[in-house]
């Protein structure tokens, strides 16, 4: 069964940094591109990165380029998402995804 | 980027009525389109992709079609399980966008 789990969010502070994981399992990790996605309280779903399965391709919304960075670790089957400079928009739950699967999110609040 | 004008915004509906919600892409994307099911505080489930073809597990009577510019998802017969909201969601080219969603509501 394919299992993501992500972890790491929390309260920051505008301008602050946080780093997002996903932990895989069931599937074989380096064999899959991955995407994060998130979604502001009350709000749609906003697709923010990719990153091939090698890490050769990688693209991020307009909203977070220069701001994020993805990453992943095909030995740990761990996806990440290095988060700077947040703002009070980035306030949402993140989710990471494979094809159809998604993971429960972990909830980013920045407040001040 | 293309952009993904979902309607309508809301519904109300009965159980066991039929419902429509319909994608239309702002430039063609061939049947790169996916459905979503999400419920209030849990993560989204897909439902439909490539289209038309139905994920494993999920019942049939969701059904997906549609190609190139304009797509539709139909609930043959609406359970009281289904009322969520949805999400179509365009992978033909990044960035991936979204379709704004349809609250599906009880009547």
């Known amino acids: 069964e394919v299992q993501l789990v992500e972890s790491g969010g929390e309260l920051v502070h505008p301008g602050g940094s946080l780093r997002l994981s996903c932990a895989t399992s069931?599937?074989?990790?380096?064999?899959?591109?991955m995407n994060w996605v998130r979604q502001a309280p009350g709000k749609g779903l906003e697709w923010i990165s990719y990153?091939?399965?090698?890490?050769?391709?990688?693209y991020y919304a307009d909203s977070v380029k220069g701001r994020f960075t993805i990453s992943r670790d095909n030995a740990k089957n761990s996806l990440y998402l290095h988060m700077n400079s947040l703002r009070d928009e980035d306030t949402a739950v993140y989710y990471c995804?494979?094809?159809?699967?998604w993971g429960q999110g972990t909830l980013v609040t920045v407040s001040s | 980027d293309i952009q993904m004008t979902q309607s309508p915004s809301s519904l109300s509906a009965s159980v066991r009525d039929r419902v429509t919600i319909t994608c239309r892409a702002s430039q063609g994307i061939r049947s790169d389109l996916g459905w979503y099911q999400q419920k209030p505080g849990k993560a989204p489930k897909r439902l439909i992709y490539d289209a038309s073809s139905l994920q494993s597990g999920v019942p049939s009577r969701f059904s997906g079609s549609g190609s190139g510019t304009e797509f539709t998802l139909t609930i043959s017969s609406l359970q009281p399980e289904d009322f969520a909201t949805y999400y179509c969601?365009?992978?033909?080219?990044?960035?991936?966008?979204f379709g704004q969603g349809t609250k599906v509501e009880i009547k």
């Open positions: 990153i091939g399965r090698d890490s050769s391709a990688i």
């Open positions: 995804t494979r094809d159809g699967s």
């Open positions: 969601l365009q992978y033909n080219g990044y960035p991936w966008t």
């Open positions: 069931g599937f074989t990790f380096s064999s899959y591109a």
